[in-house]
């Protein structure tokens, strides 16, 4: 059966500290992969998806940056964070026309 | 683009009684629709999804119905239970699938009271 991980499960930052949050997918191959972003009170917020190794596709213009170095693997990363970073984030994987199975998520505040 | 709302941020209900949750997409050319449950600090679960080739689907205590006329969405939990307490999503995708993404609705927030 297919997993999903994400880690770390939650993370405090300072504001300008680096950041990097990994997710890996284990028993599929070739799967799409997302990063989303959750703030309070509201819904998920796309932020990147990848079709495959090295394609990112960037949803909005932030100060996140995604690679996916491996097939299952993606990881979201920041060189400064900002305050407004802070929230839920959510990686996801789907394989081609299906719903999208979500990770635990990593809960991240900036301080 | 695609916009999802739903129509309640809380909905609250009798241990027993039937839920529905509804939901109101806007792009008339979306193909495939989904409910998520999230639980307090986790990530969504899927529960039920459907095509725009049906109009309903059934799962267990759960029914999903698609209103392609006037472009609107609703889960039916039947008997609910303490258990489903959770914020309920309807998300909503193209017919490339989940290639492109998913749009979400903010959420309904279903409270079971005893």
């Known amino acids: 059966s297919q997993t999903i991980h994400q880690w770390p499960a939650t993370l405090v930052q300072p504001v300008g500290s680096p950041l990097s949050l990994e997710c890996t997918v284990e028993g599929t191959s070739n799967p799409n992969l997302y990063w989303y972003r959750q703030a309070a009170g509201r819904g998920l917020q796309l932020l990147f998806y990848s079709v495959g190794i090295g394609q990112i596709s960037s949803e909005v213009p932030q100060n996140l940056s995604a690679s996916r170095p491996q097939d299952r693997q993606f990881i979201l990363s920041s060189k400064k964070l900002l305050l407004s970073d802070s929230g839920f984030y959510l990686c996801?994987?789907?394989?081609?026309?299906?719903?999208?199975?979500f990770g635990p998520g990593t809960r991240l505040t900036v301080l | 683009g695609e916009s999802v709302g739903l129509h309640l941020p809380t909905l609250s209900v009798q241990e027993g009684d039937n839920s529905i949750i509804n939901c109101a997409y806007s792009?008339?050319?979306?193909?495939?629709f989904i409910w998520y449950k999230q639980e307090s600090g986790k990530g969504p679960q899927f529960i039920i999804d459907?095509?725009?080739?049906?109009d309903k689907r059934q799962g267990q205590r759960v029914t999903v119905l698609l209103n392609k006329t006037v472009k609107h969405l609703s889960l039916q939990i039947a008997a609910t239970q303490p258990g489903d307490s959770a914020v309920y999503f309807c998300a909503v995708g193209g017919s490339g699938g989940g290639a492109d993404g998913l749009t979400f609705g903010k959420g309904t927030h279903l409270i079971i009271q005893p």
């Open positions: 996801a994987w789907s394989s081609g026309l299906s719903w999208q199975f």
């Open positions: 792009n008339s050319a979306s193909d495939y």
């Open positions: 459907i095509r725009s080739n049906m």
